[in-house]
């Protein structure tokens, strides 16, 4: 299970920070990211660690948003320089592998409203 916090209303140019733990029995766990989506449109990838401090982020948040762990099974999201096209359901997504005989699979967060207003 991986249960999210922090999503909320901010006008353009504010910050906002997204956390994310995940719980249950984890064996391993391969990446922690977050993804968001709007109406009508896929999820997209807004940034990912992958462990050993390497992580990836969508162009359009480069700069702006920064994603951390402060152990392996919390992830955050520090999120600068709001803008109303960063608006959207940010959903928690890690890849794990929680016993020796399960494979190693995707779990989602139940996903946290951000609307940033201009």
């Known amino acids: 299970q991986l249960v999210e916090s922090g999503g909320g209303s901010v006008e353009a140019g504010g910050s906002l920070t997204l956390s994310c733990t995940a719980s249950g029995n984890i064996l391993s766990m391969k990446s922690m990211g977050w993804y968001r989506q709007t109406p009508g449109k896929q999820r997209e990838l807004v940034a990912s660690s992958l462990g050993g401090g390497l992580t990836n982020y969508a162009d359009s948040v480069k700069g702006r948003f920064i994603i951390s762990r402060d152990n392996t099974q919390t992830v955050y999201l520090l999120m600068n320089s709001l803008k109303p096209e960063d608006t959207a359901v940010y959903y928690c997504?890690?890849?794990?592998?929680?016993?020796?005989?399960?494979?190693?699979?995707?779990?989602w967060g139940q996903g946290t409203q951000v609307t940033v207003s201009s």
């Open positions: 997504n890690s890849v794990l592998r929680r016993t020796a005989t399960s494979g190693i699979l995707p779990y």
